[in-house]
Each structure stands twice: as C-alpha cells, then as structure tokens.
C-alpha cells in the first residue's frame, strides 16, 4: 500500500522569498503523484500533477514540483511567494490507475509581509 | 466554483442519530470519491465509485456506507452517528481517476453534539 508524508507541518515564510515543501511516498508500483491547495473554507484545489515524462512539473500559480524516484520524494517549490499563497498544501500518492489516492498530513504554507 | 455540487453545506446532528450527504459530480465525470477531513486524522480517503460500481475502499466504518446511482450522483450515509464522526467531508470527482485530475466539492461540514 502506498503512503505519504509531508515533513513539515507549517512553514512560515516572508514575501517573495523562495519555499519548498516537502513530500516523500512509499509504494511497491509505479505511482501518480499530485500537489493540492486548500484555501480556508474552500475545497482542494488542483496544482499540479506528475503521471510520467518529464521529472519537473509545472503547475498553476508559479509552483513547479520535482518527482525524484530514488529518493521517492516528490518536493514542491515557488522562487517567489506572495500573501496569497498562504494556504494548506497537500501531497498526493495514488497507484498508477489512479485510484485510492492517499493525501498527507498537509503542510501549512503562512506568507508574512 | 469547481462544478462539484454538495449538499448540504453544514449540519448539526445529534450522537445515535443517521445522516445523508449528497454529492452531484461534473458534467461527465464517472468517478466519485469521498473523502474525510479531521483535524486529528488529516484528509482520509473511504470511498471511490466509478459509474455506479465501488471501485476502491479506504478506511471507510462499517457504520458508514456509500453509492453511486444511475444519474451518477452520490450518497454518504453516516449512521450511528458518534461525536468522533465530526469532521468535513468532501467529495470530489474525474472523468475516470485522479490522472485525469480530480475536482473537489467545498464539501459538508458536520458537527455531532
């Protein structure tokens, strides 16, 4: 069975300073990874995904995240932040086939000005 | 607005009592999830139906059952309900699995007293 783990439970950060947030899984198969955001009192909203192909994904909002197979992390990063990024961050893991997909603890991104 | 529709937004119900929550998916999506949010638990996966069939379980109780109709919307029931039940519970949607990028509802929030 596959499993996630956000390694930081809140990251507090200045504007327009560079931020990763950290994601690690385990799985036995090839698996889908996916970057989430929940803004308060909102649903999750998509970020961005990696299926296969190309190791460094591009998603919405100037977020790009790296799959590392060898390391089974899957680490999202911004080089600039803003207010509004503040949010709750989840990392995501489903079986390729995409299902049972199993989210993180999340991490909660705090933007200061 | 994600084109997830859930229903209720907030109910308030009482310790033994049951609950319906109602998911209506995107246009043309065939895959339903469900999933719940505690703050001590994170984000738990119980359920996905894809066109009417249960497809994956997670850690879904016994005293929690769900289903997909024909029209394709979705139902949780909760029943036997205890105060550790309350937490925010959202359903999400595909066209067929989390590769094909899933849409969060804003989900129900329910409060057990």
């Known amino acids: 069975a596959q499993s996630v783990t956000q390694l930081d439970s809140q990251v507090p950060v200045f504007e327009e300073a560079p931020v990763e947030l950290r994601c690690n899984y385990s799985?036995?198969?090839?698996?889908?990874l996916f970057w989430y955001v929940q803004y308060p009192n909102q649903g999750l909203q998509l970020l961005l995904k990696?299926?296969?192909?190309?190791?460094l994904v591009k998603g919405i909002n100037g977020f790009e995240a790296e799959f590392n197979k060898s390391q089974t992390s899957f680490h999202l990063r911004k080089p600039s932040v803003h207010i509004s990024d503040t949010a709750e961050y989840f990392c995501?893991?489903?079986?390729?086939?995409?299902?049972?997909?199993?989210f993180g603890a999340g991490t909660r991104l705090f933007v200061k000005a | 607005d994600s084109g997830v529709t859930q229903t209720p937004k907030h109910l308030i119900t009482a310790t033994g009592q049951r609950v319906t929550l109602r998911c209506s998916p995107r246009?043309?999506?065939?895959?339903v999830y469900w999933y719940q949010q505690s703050l001590d638990q994170g984000l738990q996966f119980l359920i996905q139906?894809?066109?009417?069939?249960?497809?994956a379980k997670g850690n879904i109780l016994e005293r929690f059952s769900a289903q997909q109709f024909p029209d394709l919307h979705s139902e949780l029931n909760l029943s036997s309900l205890e105060l550790g039940d309350s937490a925010l519970y959202f359903c999400?949607?595909?066209?067929?699995?989390?590769?094909?990028?899933?849409?969060f509802g804003q989900g129900t929030r329910l409060t057990v007293v």
């Open positions: 999400a949607s595909s066209v067929e699995n989390f590769g094909t990028e899933a849409f």
């Open positions: 799985s036995s198969v090839s698996v889908y």
């Open positions: 990696y299926l296969s192909g190309s190791t």
């Open positions: 995501a893991v489903s079986e390729t086939g995409g299902f049972k997909t199993i």
């Open positions: 246009s043309g999506d065939l895959s």
């Open positions: 139906y894809y066109n009417g069939e249960e497809r």
